[in-house]
């Protein structure tokens, strides 16, 4: 079955520090790829998308992706976290591996703690 | 610009009853999606409609339903509500097959 999966529920990074968060897909072909953000009591933000072309992807707020096709990954990384980046954060892709902004799965997201 | 609006922003229901939600899409946006999010858990598509019609549904029953109007504001409806069906109900707007821009979302507890 087609899916998005986001191994790590939750992840503490120190302030300053780097940060990878994983994701993973399965799907026949290469699915457009995104990463959102969702602060609380807020909806949810797009980071940063992949189509085709170049695999290293960047997206708003200092955050960038590697799109990897032979380990079927999406991981979002950012150099230096800052405190305001503590949210959840979601990896998705089209339903049935289409080629469009809607009709999303979404992983199951990731609550990223930022420690002073 | 206005962006995408949801109301209400919280509801109480109890199980059994019907409710409505509704959805306000960003100016310019002929395209409406729904998804339910579960505490702890990502989204899922519920449908989506475009230029007042439904155009895709994801895995849920038939109690279900939605309506998208000429000024391309959207409905939610859910009958018979279950104590499952209790989540942060999210919407979001786009223009046809573009990006698409989400709401705040309305929480539904059901009792």
């Known amino acids: 079955a087609q899916s998005v999966t986001q191994p790590d529920i939750h992840i503490t990074v120190s302030e300053g520090a780097s940060l990878e968060l994983r994701c993973n897909y399965s799907?026949?072909?290469?699915?457009?790829l995104f990463w959102y953000v969702q602060s609380p009591g807020q909806g949810l933000q797009l980071l940063l998308k992949?189509?085709?072309?170049?695999?290293l992807v960047q997206g708003i707020k200092g955050f960038e992706a590697e799109f990897k096709r032979s380990q079927s990954s999406f991981n979002l990384r950012k150099p230096s976290v800052h405190w305001s980046d503590a949210a959840e954060y979601f990896c998705?892709?089209?339903?049935?591996?289409?080629?469009?902004?809607?009709?999303?799965?979404f992983g199951q997201g990731t609550i990223l703690t930022v420690h002073p | 610009e206005t962006g995408v609006t949801q109301s209400p922003t919280h509801l109480i229901k109890t199980r059994g009853q019907q409710v409505t939600l509704r959805c306000s899409s960003q100016?310019?946006?002929?395209?409406v999606s729904w998804y339910q999010q579960a505490l702890g858990q990502g989204p899922q598509f519920i449908f989506q409609?475009?230029?007042?019609?439904?155009?895709g549904r994801g895995n849920f029953p038939p109690r279900f339903s939605g309506l998208q109007f000429p000024n391309y504001s959207s409905e939610l409806n859910v009958n018979a509500l279950e104590l499952d069906d209790s989540a942060l109900y999210l919407c979001?707007?786009?223009?046809?097959?573009?990006?698409?821009?989400f709401g705040p979302g309305t929480r539904l507890t059901v009792l």
């Open positions: 409609y475009y230029r007042e019609e439904e155009n």
């Open positions: 979001a707007s786009s223009r046809g097959r573009e990006e698409q821009y």
């Open positions: 100016s310019g946006h002929n395209t």
């Open positions: 998705a892709a089209p339903n049935a591996g289409g080629t469009s902004y809607g009709k999303l799965t």
């Open positions: 799907y026949g072909a290469t699915p457009y």
């Open positions: 992949y189509f085709s072309g170049d695999t």
